[in-house]
């Protein structure tokens, strides 16, 4: 395919005079083919199709399908570094009553669901919450149209503002929660000029075994509230932070658990699952500045994991889900708990943890302390 001049000058700037791979030729090849639709994140596309160009055309497949609709905008009264929570979701009622009340908790005021056809009641709970902007989708689910559904929520609720984009399984903390609303947590971001938190998960567990049952649903916090603090590897990588380790790792299986949950969001940049795009804003700090709290083995995940192993839509056929599936049953007593865990009182506990930039949380706290006297 010949490029046009706009193609090549944009070609040059990026590859700064190095040799045109095989990989960058197909990556450019995919800019010229939708450069329409991609004018204001060109170079985060571009790094998008380069990590994998299949991934790209699915991408874009789903964005230009538009599948994702709004039900119901809420238009709360917000600061300017109020976040909006953004969320897909499928079937997950009592874990996203659990992810809304906590959020709200720590200041956020606008929460925005994208629903994919859940039948458990989900997508029902949400219309009604009136701080809840409610888009339903129902296109099949895959990584990259997930991320895909994401950029066209994103498109219709704005740019040059906050976003805490997370799965339903997860919960966002950072140092002195117990005190400072989420807004402080931003300004300090903003003061010191960074846009995206580097906020790693960390798997969450009970003294029992894996999907131990548990007296109520709020009960969760109180029963899962263990976690490993010295058994996480991070690397830097081209594109990000990689962090892999933790319990599952010792119990069974290496996992990605890089994200970048809190992001200054603006047109030219893609949020995925575990970067965003360009790489830029995944270097704005040394390590892990917050966390996501990562419940993953609650006493009803099982029976979702069994579904999700029928269904097939994870990664090469859910894989990882017929994996954990198949040890599971082979050892039903399993458990996380070992002489290492950290019971986690308050965000101070944070700081134990291996993945930390010290010098953010040493600056931090002195912000902190100064604006509690």
């Not at 503002?161 to 931003?186: C, H, M, Q």
């Not at 109520?216 to 603090?229: A, K, L, P, W």
Request: charged share 25%.
């Amino acid at each position: 395919m010949k490029l046009n001049e706009e193609l090549n000058w944009y070609l040059a700037y990026l590859l700064r005079g190095t040799r045109l791979t095989k990989k960058s030729r197909r990556a450019y090849n995919m800019i010229y083919t939708y450069k329409e639709y991609i004018k204001e994140c060109k170079k985060a596309f571009y790094q998008y199709s380069f990590l994998g160009c299949d991934d790209a055309k699915r991408f874009m497949g789903a964005y230009l399908n538009k599948s994702v609709k709004p039900i119901r905008m809420s238009q709360p009264i917000m600061k300017e570094n109020d976040p909006i929570l953004l969320c897909a979701v499928k079937d997950d009622l009592e874990r996203i009553k659990l992810q809304v009340e906590y959020h709200r908790g720590i200041g956020v005021k606008h929460f925005a669901y994208i629903d994919n056809m859940s039948t458990d009641g989900t997508f029902e709970w949400l219309k009604e919450q009136p701080d809840v902007s409610l888009f339903l989708t129902e296109e099949t689910f895959n990584a990259d149209v997930k991320d895909a559904w994401k950029r066209q929520a994103t498109d219709i609720l704005g740019y040059g503002r906050w976003y805490l984009v997370l799965d339903s399984d997860e919960f966002f903390i950072y140092p002195g929660i117990e005190t400072k609303n989420i807004n402080a947590y931003i300004d300090f971001l903003e003061n010191n000029k960074i846009k995206s938190a580097f906020s790693p998960m960390i798997d969450m567990y009970s003294r029992g075994t894996l999907f131990e049952k548990i007296n109520g649903v709020n009960g969760i916090f109180d029963s899962y509230c263990y976690f490993d603090t010295d058994t996480y590897t991070q690397k830097k990588m081209f594109s990000n932070y990689r962090v892999t380790g933790g319990p599952r790792m010792r119990a069974f299986s290496a996992e990605v658990l890089e994200k970048y949950a809190l992001i200054k969001l603006t047109e030219d940049i893609l949020v995925t699952n575990h970067r965003n795009l360009p790489y830029k804003h995944n270097f704005e700090t040394k390590g892990a500045i917050a966390f996501l709290l990562h419940y993953k083995f609650l006493p009803n995940d099982i029976e979702r994991y069994k579904k999700l192993i029928t269904s097939g839509l994870y990664y090469n056929g859910s894989e990882y889900y017929k994996k954990f599936m198949n040890m599971f049953e082979q050892n039903p007593n399993l458990s996380f708990y070992y002489d290492g865990s950290q019971k986690l009182n308050d965000s101070t506990d944070l700081m134990k943890i291996n993945l930390i930039d010290r010098h953010f949380f040493k600056k931090f706290g002195i912000y902190h302390n100064a604006n509690n006297k």
